[in-house]
């Protein structure tokens, strides 16, 4: 069993290496769980908006499918506000996911654990850990992936706090924005090009970079630089 | 019942709504309760010291407004103030003694019925943040372990106190990191309507929406927001 306080003081301790807060956490809580990876995402109401931490390349992979494809369990347990668990995704006759389910499994991934991360009312994001071993989280996991979690939102308002009120995110956490920028860029256009909401917009761009198997990054230059012509399909209303 | 098994009924009970959802109001109107009980006392007010040092009453066993007003006469003298000055819990101060040195709060006190008068301090570390204080219609003398037991529920009070505002200030922070990334996501949407709709590049798309929201004293995120919407196109922003 790990607390919260001693969480926060391992990465502390790190911290000034070079790797960021959420990073070194995600880390930690690989190693001291014995995972295979895990990952910190910033969610919001209009969803998943940038991977901010991962504990290694297959964490990093599967956080970000989580926003390429807008769906996984990060995504569930922050609307939710409930942890999500699947403990054995081998077995499952359907995957709760769709896209990023038989990803995962492909991974090598056999259970999977989201936190929310939420003050309040107020959603931040998830914490996922993702596991070799099929089965439940015992008692005492459980607990130790809550204390995680709240040390998550701990580093998140950390962060925030560094920051001057009305003015910009943590640089920790803008990063992954600045990344994506191209994808909230090519939303704006969409909207405007096939005359759709900004929810709408988003979907079908991820929609045709599941289709045709592009990185979403790729899909959205393409439809900036006039290269590609996202419509919406006829008869959607099914 | 004797009074340790009281003690411990009313410890276990302020545990309980330190824990449970937390209201800090209901929290200290316990407390206040339990301490006039517990304390020999007829009255008793926690009273706060804001951050421009003046007193205030957050929680009272009486809403009489002649006891309220001598909370806050104590900004200017009674035990309240001496005991945020001095740190310590200023108890048992005789009559004589009291009216030579809190002469206008000794006299409304005797008006409301009050003989003794207590404030004990809400420490935290070195700083003082508040006071509990008693009155009594009697003339009570709080023994060593009377004054020990006042200062554990005062040092209670603080907790909650603290804890209430902890939780006020993550809340704030939360919504502040999620204002900045909800802004964030819109401007670099507006950026792509501006593109679609004008022919914009992104990076002059951010200029005009920047330079719009200074000559209008509109936060940026306000003029994506309308340019997301429509109610803002390029020749609107290029020719204010």
Redesign the interface.
Known sequence: MRTTAQILEAINAEHGSGDSLPGLLCADCSAFMDLSGSGMA?I?E?GH?GVIGASGPLAAQLEDLQFELGEGPSLDASRSNSPVVHPDLSAAAVLPWLGFGPAAVAAGVRAVFALPLQ??T???GALCLYRATPGRWDDEGTATAMAYADAA?EV??LL??Q?E?????HPE??EP?TYR?EV??????????ASVG?AEALLLLRAHAFASDRPLLQIARDV?AGRLRIQPEEGEDD | MTTEQRLTQVFVELADTLVDEFDALDFLSTLTERSVELLHADAAGVILNDMRGSLHVVASTSDRAKVLELFELQNDEGPCLDCFNSGRAVVNVGLSEARSRWPRFSVAAADVGYQSAHAIPLRLRDSVIGAMNLFSSAVVELTPDDVALGQALADIATIGLLQERAVRQSGLIAEQLQTALNSRVLIEQAKGVLLASSGVDVDRAFQLMRDYSRSHNEPVKEVARRVIERELAADDLRHP
Do not use: C, I, M, R
């Not at chain 1, 009120?165 to 995110?169: D, Q």
């Open positions: 910033l919001n209009s908006q003050v309040g107020t959603p931040l939102v998140l308002l925030q706090a920051t009120p009305g003015s910009a995110l956490l803008d924005v920028a909230h860029q090519a939303t704006g256009y969409l909207s405007v090009q900004l900036l």
